[in-house]
Nanobody, 126 residues
Framework: QVQLVESGGGLVQPGGSLRLSCAAIGSTLDTYPIGWFRRAPGKEYEGVSCIDSSDGRTYYADSVKGRFTISRDKAKNTVYLQMNTLKPEDPAVYYC???????????????????WGQGTKVTVSS
């Protein structure tokens, strides 16, 4: 069982920044590929970014490339999502997820991820 806890969401103005955190309870996070997803009201889950467990390769959706950065801090057992230049289309509940069994986790498909956090809400508004 992998328990994930997200934090760092909140209200930010367009063009602002937030850093989301994904911490693991009771397990070592760097054992698994970790993905960030988001779900806006009335929309499907969208894969945002993911990071490999072995070599740290990162992947991004086109919608966030150049603005968001995913990273790991092994000492803190935490994965971060730094979000810069936030846009009006970015608001959503953001979830982190761990891929234990999925072999194509880098495709950022929801079904490739096995354990999910409860989410943290991001609001972009002036």
């Amino acid at each position: 069982q992998v328990q994930l806890v997200e934090s760092g969401g909140g209200l930010v103005q367009p063009g602002g920044s937030l850093r989301l955190s994904c911490a693991a309870i009771g397990s070592t996070l760097d054992t698994y590929p970790i993905g960030w997803f988001r779900r806006a009201p009335g929309k499907e889950y969208e894969g945002v970014s993911c990071i490999d467990s072995s070599d740290g390769r990162t992947y991004y959706a086109d919608s966030v490339k150049g603005r968001f950065t995913i990273s790991r801090d092994k000492a803190k057992n935490t994965v971060y999502l730094q979000m810069n230049t936030l846009k009006p289309e970015d608001p959503a509940v953001y979830y982190c997820a761990a891929a234990l069994f999925g072999s194509s986790w880098y495709d950022l498909e929801k079904y490739e991820y096995d354990y999910w956090g409860q989410g943290t809400k991001v609001t972009v508004s002036s």
